[in-house]
């Protein structure tokens, strides 16, 4: 919140005193509407008719610009239209833009009501709210130094002013809405009626089909009974025929069923004869059938018997080989274990070696233990007499 230094406070202060004394000087001041004056309905016919005829003067001018065009048009040919001689400049442009304006400063004249006090008022009520609103700052100022008044006055005429353009818009989208749904209703009319138009033709023509449909079938129902009544002659010959051909079948069928008599009873005298032979030969293939069957079953005891002990066998085997695996298993594990033992042992002494080797290196290197320089005395003494002496 922005806060004025007192100095600041006095000087914006001022001001806004200032403003509010005009404002209210303004007020008392102002003029009453044309709806308090005793003379106002004549005052209003006096400006109408004063508009009315200045828009008929501006007709008439515009009246006699056409006529002027039309005959110099007429009088002259084509090529001569466009001479500066011929044809006044720009004279009918001019006269529909003077009563295009007149036209529309008539219209607004129009609209607006003389006689209401809503042009005063509204500029009366914004004189009111501005000094309310200055006043208020004026001693928001004086008083805190402040003037968060006015800032929230000025935000509610902005929130007042965002809503009547969402109304006016909501509006404006409404009109729009409705004269769309009118044209398409007016659309939809047409095709309607076009398509009642239409149907009414269709209704018409088929109308003429079903008076040739008519005069043709009757035409057609003669043909068929003609034609029916041939074909039935035709069928009935056609089926003396066929009962003659059918007649003549049955006799030869009667005759083959004698024949076929005869050639069964003569098979089954045959049957007859062979069917003892049959029934031998059957009784000798059951007595066969249940020999080999007992047979076959003592030798399957046998083979059962024998699979069991071949069963037992294998089991025994299985439990020898478990046992045998076990055991090799085992001694490879034990031979795993010691070779990895001796392969450790390997390595450990070739990692002693090879150290002991490093060791003894570095002692030579060094001149470490044994293997230190051993030093003389008399060039040991030497060396420190000489040291001394420099």
């Not at 006699?64 to 005959?71: P, T, V």
């Not at 006269?95 to 008022?121: M, V, W, Y």
């Not at 059918?246 to 069928?253: D, G, M, P, R, W």
């Amino acid at each position: 919140m922005a806060v004025f230094n007192p100095l600041e406070a006095i000087h914006v202060a001022t001001v806004l005193e200032d403003c509010v004394d005009q404002l209210t000087i303004l007020g008392r001041i102002m003029p009453v509407s044309f709806h308090e004056r005793p003379n106002a309905v004549q005052v209003v016919d006096e400006e109408l008719a004063q508009l009315i005829s200045s828009q008929k003067l501006l007709e008439g001018n515009f009246e006699n610009a056409i006529r002027s065009q039309q005959q110099l048009s007429r009088e002259f040919p084509v090529e001569l239209k466009n001479d500066p001689r011929v044809a006044p400049i720009g004279s009918v442009h001019h006269a529909g833009s003077a009563l295009r304006h007149g036209t529309q400063a008539f219209a607004q004249a129009l609209k607006q009501n003389p006689l209401a006090a809503d042009n005063l008022e509204k500029v009366q009520a914004d004189r009111a709210f501005l000094e309310a609103v200055l006043h208020g700052t004026f001693l928001e100022l004086t008083s805190k130094g402040t003037f968060q008044t006015l800032t929230r006055a000025v935000q509610r005429e902005r929130d007042k002013k965002q809503q009547l353009e969402q109304t006016i818009k909501r509006e404006e989208d409404s009109r729009k809405m409705v004269k769309q749904l009118q044209r398409q209703l007016v659309e939809v009319k047409k095709e309607r009626e076009a398509e009642v138009q239409k149907r009414n033709e269709m209704i018409a023509h088929l109308k003429d089909q079903l008076q040739e449909t008519k005069a043709k079938t009757t035409m057609e129902g003669k043909y068929i009974k003609n034609v029916a009544d041939v074909s039935v002659a035709q069928t009935q010959k056609q089926c003396a025929m066929e009962e003659e051909k059918i007649q003549k079948e049955i006799e030869a069928l009667k005759t083959r069923i004698d024949e076929e008599n005869r050639v069964n009873a003569e098979i089954e005298s045959y049957l007859r004869t062979h069917i003892q032979k049959h029934q031998d030969l059957l009784q000798y293939w059951i007595d066969k059938h249940e020999y080999e069957v007992d047979l076959k079953q003592k030798e399957l005891d046998l083979l059962k018997a024998a699979k069991a002990k071949d069963f037992e066998r294998l089991q025994e085997l299985k439990r020898l080989y478990t046992e045998y695996e076990q055991v090799v298993i085992e001694d490879r594990v034990e031979k795993e274990k010691k070779r990895r033992k001796e392969q450790q042992e390997a390595d450990e002494q070739r990692s002693a070696v090879l150290l002991q080797a490093w060791w003894r290196g570095v002692m030579v290197r060094r001149c470490l233990g044994p293997y230190k320089k051993k030093k003389k005395k008399g060039k040991g003494k030497g060396k420190k007499g000489d040291k001394k002496k420099k």
